[in-house]
């Protein structure tokens, strides 16, 4: 996404940005996923995410100066309490550059979320009827059109290689092989979500 310099970014920010806290939105990012016939998986996300509620507190004018290095640490923190985080490095506006890499079997931990439970972006689970479903998400509608007002955007490229049987899914592309590719190109919050459903052994 582009952004103008900081002093006119934030005065862009409307103060009526209220979003949950603990919620991160992901931007200029490469998303990986392997998922073996058998459950095995791995997930890799390299790219920004942003924490919008130290973007709310940026916008309003309450941190600065130390308390906006605090914050920036308590929210640096926050991510990087999560050991799959490999890297989290701040660049500016609630942003920070992230390397996370993340693997299991998803018979035996039943679902899998990225960012996190309370802040998802994508989600890998075993469903009751036995299928594996991943979805995505996004804040809610009002949020969306605010961000989206202000600048702020979800892109980046979600790939998955798979050998398992896919029964549905809506991957803008697919390139068949022994590991067959899906590939999402997402340009905007306001694209249809990813989605996929396997049936896995």
């Given at each position: 996404?582009?952004?103008?310099?900081?002093?006119?970014?934030?005065?862009?920010?409307?103060?009526?940005?209220?979003?949950a806290t603990g919620c991160y939105l992901p931007s200029d990012f490469?998303?990986?996923?392997?998922?073996?016939?058998?459950?095995?998986?791995?997930?890799?996300?390299?790219?920004?995410?942003?924490?919008?509620?130290?973007?709310?507190?940026?916008?309003?004018?309450?941190?600065?100066?130390?308390?906006?290095?605090k914050n920036i640490a308590i929210y640096k923190r926050d991510l990087?309490?999560?050991?799959?985080?490999?890297?989290?490095?701040?660049?500016?506006?609630?942003?920070?550059?992230?390397?996370?890499?993340?693997?299991?079997?998803?018979?035996?931990?039943?679902?899998?979320?990225?960012?996190?439970?309370?802040?998802?972006?994508?989600?890998?689970?075993?469903?009751?009827?036995?299928?594996?479903?991943?979805?995505?998400?996004?804040?809610?509608?009002?949020?969306?059109?605010?961000?989206?007002?202000?600048?702020?955007?979800?892109?980046?490229?979600?790939?998955?290689?798979?050998?398992?049987?896919?029964?549905?899914?809506?991957?803008?592309?697919?390139?068949?092989?022994?590991?067959?590719?899906?590939?999402?190109?997402?340009?905007?919050?306001?694209?249809?979500?990813?989605?996929?459903?396997?049936?896995?052994?």
């Amino acid at each position: 996404m582009t952004l103008g310099g900081p002093m006119k970014l934030l005065s862009r920010i409307a103060l009526v940005l209220l979003v949950a806290t603990g919620c991160y939105l992901p931007s200029d990012f490469e998303a990986d996923f392997n998922i073996d016939s058998k459950g095995g998986f791995a997930f890799r996300y390299i790219g920004d995410i942003t924490s919008l509620s130290l973007l709310k507190k940026i916008g309003k004018g309450e941190v600065s100066g130390d308390a906006l290095t605090k914050n920036i640490a308590i929210y640096k923190r926050d991510l990087a309490r999560d050991s799959s985080f490999k890297s989290v490095d701040y660049i500016e506006n609630g942003r920070y550059k992230v390397h996370y890499e993340y693997q299991s079997n998803i018979h035996n931990s039943k679902s899998f979320t990225f960012v996190r439970s309370n802040a998802i972006f994508l989600r890998l689970m075993k469903r009751k009827d036995g299928y594996t479903e991943l979805v995505g998400n996004r804040p809610p509608k009002r949020y969306v059109d605010e961000l989206i007002e202000k600048g702020y955007d979800t892109k980046g490229v979600l790939r998955i290689w798979t050998d398992a049987k896919v029964l549905k899914h809506n991957a803008a592309t697919v390139k068949k092989g022994p590991r067959a590719l899906y590939t999402w190109s997402i340009n905007s919050m306001r694209d249809p979500l990813p989605s996929m459903i396997l049936l896995l052994k």
